[in-house]
C-alpha cells in the first residue's frame, strides 16, 4: 500500500510533462497542415532542395 503514495505523484508529474509537451507543440504551430504533409509524401516530385 505504501508503493501507491510513490507511483500515483510520479504518475501525475509525468502526465503533466506529457501536457506541457503537447501544448508547447501546439504553440509552435506544427501540426499546421498534416493534409498538405500527407499529400506531399505521396508525390511523385522529388526536390532535392525542401523548400523552408
Same mark, same amino acid.
Given at each position: 500500500?505504501?508503493?501507491?503514495?510513490?507511483?500515483?505523484?510520479?504518475?501525475?508529474?509525468?502526465?503533466?510533462?506529457?501536457?506541457?509537451?503537447?501544448?508547447?507543440?501546439?504553440? #509552435?504551430? =506544427?501540426? $499546421? /497542415?498534416?493534409?498538405?504533409?500527407?499529400?506531399?509524401?505521396? #508525390?511523385? =516530385?522529388? $526536390? /532535392?532542395?525542401?523548400?523552408?
Amino acid at each position: 500500500m505504501n508503493v501507491i503514495v510513490y507511483l500515483i505523484p510520479i504518475a501525475l508529474v509525468l502526465g503533466g510533462l506529457g501536457l506541457l509537451a503537447f501544448v508547447f507543440t501546439v504553440k #509552435s504551430k =506544427q501540426y $499546421d /497542415d498534416p493534409e498538405g504533409n500527407a499529400r506531399r509524401i505521396l #508525390s511523385d =516530385q522529388w $526536390d /532535392d532542395h525542401p523548400k523552408p
